[in-house]
């Protein structure tokens, strides 16, 4: 199965989902969490789209101390963030109307890691673990 | 059993309860249900997910067709929880903020703290309510040796946070003045040098200065465009202005301040102020200079200090108990 999804449209995003929630059910994930994983990924998935010229969304199956987990890796080579502090800020892109932003995909999971830089792009890492 | 499952089966409960004879008490009960929910941090996916579980457990197979329709429901609740989590994030955040400005009033209380002066032929009341937590106004008493009473009155045009940042500011410049007897134009003079040299353009400060001196009982005084105060004459039993003419502090800094004088009577009184007081704004318009003065007289016959929290009273009361600006008023009274 391929794992990654390329977001040049936005049908790409409704791709990413699908590959997200195959992955998250085979895990054993339940509806809520199911959701939350595919909000997450539609939100990364839909900056991509947005924000950078092109990128992709991998889905992986992580495991660490017995405990199994979903790995949401969104990665482009847009513009990048220079502010990450800000736009890691409560109420700084739902304020516009622009959706949960990246702090309500930080919500959504267990983990997230974020690198950006001007003029190369950003990855985010999220996981989230079955419990 | 954990808590979600004693969450869940209270639900199941009630929708069970309902299902059948659909009454008000399983509302009643679905209500406080709602309450705990939010109590317990439960998000608005996880109770369709509850309602979801719940219908399927109870078997409703007529129900079949509609199951996919909570993916939908869920779906679409994701974001409202979404909201709803950031909502009590920055309601945390919020309170943060309020109890640090609270710390920050505390601290400018104390900062900017002053003891009313205790002489023989005056009696003196003052008081000052901030709008918002933090004050913009400011005055001081400064009692010398040669047994002259100084009084110094300031409004920073705003309020909030940046005026009480800029009034500490003053309180710092005062407090480096050259120690001795200080003529009031000489002070707004050298205040209006610091504040235009250190404080943001778009700020203003006025500020009145007098110094009344208890051997001759005459009253000097300079204004830096500060709201006129009155002067109560006992005798005739009237007011009038206190006029006095200068430029606003840190406009320019070369700015030379007039110095004015008042020959005090036992019984007269001299009333100073901030805008709060003047501006006060009801329903129907300011409050008019005319009603202040006879809230003054109607008070006129009590202690300093009895006049001022009486007139402060009736006009918290005009204006429906909310301050729309700092408040001070001050009243100095020759007693004999």
Same mark, same amino acid.
């Given at each position: 199965?391929?794992?990654?999804?390329?977001?040049?449209?936005?049908?790409?995003?409704?791709?990413?989902?699908?590959?997200?929630?195959?992955?998250?059910?085979?895990?054993?994930?339940?509806?809520?969490?199911?959701?939350?994983?595919?909000?997450?990924?539609?939100?990364?998935?839909?900056?991509?789209? &947005?924000?950078?010229?092109?990128?992709? #969304?991998?889905?992986?199956?992580? +495991? /660490?101390?017995?405990?199994? =987990?979903?790995? !949401?890796?969104?990665?482009?080579?847009?513009?990048?963030?220079?502010?990450?502090?800000?736009?890691?800020?409560?109420?700084?892109?739902?304020?516009?109307?622009?959706?949960?932003? &990246?702090?309500?995909?930080?919500?959504? #999971?267990?983990?997230?890691?974020? +690198? /950006?830089?001007?003029?190369? =792009?950003?990855? !985010?890492?999220?996981?989230?673990?079955?419990? | 059993?954990?808590?979600?499952?004693?969450?869940?089966?209270?639900?199941?409960?009630?929708?069970?309860?309902?299902?059948?004879?659909?009454?008000?008490?399983?509302?009643?009960?679905?209500?406080?249900?709602?309450?705990?929910?939010?109590?317990?941090?439960?998000?608005?996916?996880?109770?369709?997910?509850?309602?979801?579980?719940?219908?399927?457990?109870?078997?409703?197979?007529?129900?079949?067709?509609?199951?996919?329709?909570?993916?939908?429901?869920?779906?679409?609740?994701?974001?409202?929880?979404?909201?709803?989590?950031?909502?009590?994030?920055?309601?945390?955040?919020?309170?943060?903020?309020?109890?640090?400005?609270?710390?920050?009033?505390?601290?400018?209380?104390?900062?900017?703290?002053?003891?009313?002066?205790?002489?023989?032929?005056?009696?003196?009341?003052?008081?000052?309510?901030?709008?918002?937590?933090?004050?913009?106004?400011?005055?001081?008493?400064?009692?010398?040796?040669?047994?002259?009473?100084?009084?110094?009155?300031?409004?920073?045009?705003?309020?909030?946070?940046?005026?009480?940042?800029?009034?500490?500011?003053?309180?710092?410049?005062?407090?480096?003045?050259?120690?001795?007897?200080?003529?009031?134009?000489?002070?707004?003079?050298?205040?209006?040098?610091?504040?235009?040299?250190?404080?943001?353009?778009?700020?203003?400060?006025?500020?009145?200065?007098?110094?009344?001196?208890?051997?001759?009982?005459?009253?000097?005084?300079?204004?830096?465009?500060?709201?006129?105060?009155?002067?109560?004459?006992?005798?005739?039993?009237?007011?009038?202005?206190?006029?006095?003419?200068?430029?606003?502090?840190?406009?320019?800094?070369?700015?030379?301040?007039?110095?004015?004088?008042?020959?005090?009577?036992?019984?007269?009184?001299?009333?100073?102020?901030?805008?709060?007081?003047?501006?006060?704004?009801?329903?129907?318009?300011?409050?008019?200079?005319?009603?202040?003065?006879?809230?003054?007289?109607?008070?006129?016959?009590?202690?300093?200090?009895?006049?001022?929290?009486?007139?402060?009273?009736?006009?918290?009361?005009?204006?429906?108990?909310?301050?729309?600006?700092?408040?001070?008023?001050?009243?100095?009274?020759?007693?004999?």
């Amino acid at each position: 199965m391929d794992s990654c999804v390329k977001i040049i449209n936005e049908w790409d995003i409704v791709a990413a989902r699908q590959l997200g929630r195959n992955v998250a059910r085979d895990l054993g994930f339940g509806t809520v969490d199911q959701a939350r994983i595919t909000t997450a990924i539609s939100e990364l998935a839909r900056n991509i789209y &947005l924000y950078a010229e092109q990128g992709e #969304v991998c889905i992986e199956k992580t +495991e /660490s101390g017995g405990k199994i =987990g979903l790995v !949401i890796i969104s990665e482009d080579q847009g513009p990048g963030i220079s502010d990450l502090r800000k736009v890691m800020e409560d109420g700084f892109s739902t304020s516009g109307g622009l959706g949960a932003g &990246l702090p309500g995909v930080k919500r959504l #999971v267990d983990e997230f890691h974020i +690198e /950006s830089n001007p003029g190369e =792009g950003t990855l !985010i890492k999220a996981i989230k673990w079955l419990r | 059993m954990g808590f979600r499952d004693v969450m869940y089966e209270k639900y199941k409960e009630i929708l069970e309860s309902y299902m059948k004879d659909q009454d008000e008490k399983a509302l009643y009960l679905s209500q406080k249900f709602s309450r705990k929910s939010i109590e317990y941090k439960i998000s608005p996916e996880e109770i369709i997910s509850l309602h979801r579980t719940a219908l399927a457990e109870m078997g409703a197979e007529s129900l079949g067709s509609v199951m996919p329709s909570f993916d939908i429901l869920l779906e679409v609740m994701m974001s409202y929880g979404l909201a709803y989590r950031e909502h009590q994030s920055l309601r945390t955040i919020q309170q943060e903020l309020k109890s640090e400005i609270e710390v920050a009033a505390n601290m400018q209380q104390t900062l900017l703290g002053t003891q009313i002066p205790d002489v023989d032929c005056l009696e003196i009341g003052a008081l000052s309510v901030p709008a918002r937590q933090m004050s913009g106004d400011y005055y001081h008493f400064v009692q010398d040796e040669q047994g002259a009473v100084s009084v110094a009155i300031a409004d920073v045009i705003g309020k909030g946070i940046p005026a009480a940042l800029c009034m500490s500011m003053i309180k710092y410049s005062m407090d480096s003045l050259p120690e001795g007897r200080q003529e009031p134009s000489l002070v707004l003079e050298s205040l209006n040098r610091v504040v235009e040299q250190n404080v943001d353009p778009t700020m203003f400060i006025t500020m009145f200065y007098g110094m009344y001196d208890t051997n001759s009982h005459v009253f000097h005084y300079a204004s830096a465009g500060h709201e006129p105060g009155f002067f109560y004459n006992h005798e005739i039993e009237d007011f009038e202005e206190i006029y006095a003419r200068g430029l606003l502090l840190g406009i320019d800094k070369k700015t030379k301040y007039r110095q004015y004088e008042k020959k005090v009577e036992v019984g007269d009184i001299i009333l100073l102020m901030s805008d709060g007081v003047t501006e006060c704004r009801t329903k129907d318009g300011f409050v008019e200079v005319d009603t202040l003065k006879e809230y003054i007289k109607k008070y006129i016959h009590l202690g300093a200090q009895e006049i001022v929290n009486k007139v402060y009273k009736e006009l918290e009361y005009l204006q429906d108990f909310q301050l729309r600006d700092d408040f001070t008023l001050i009243i100095i009274k020759r007693i004999k």
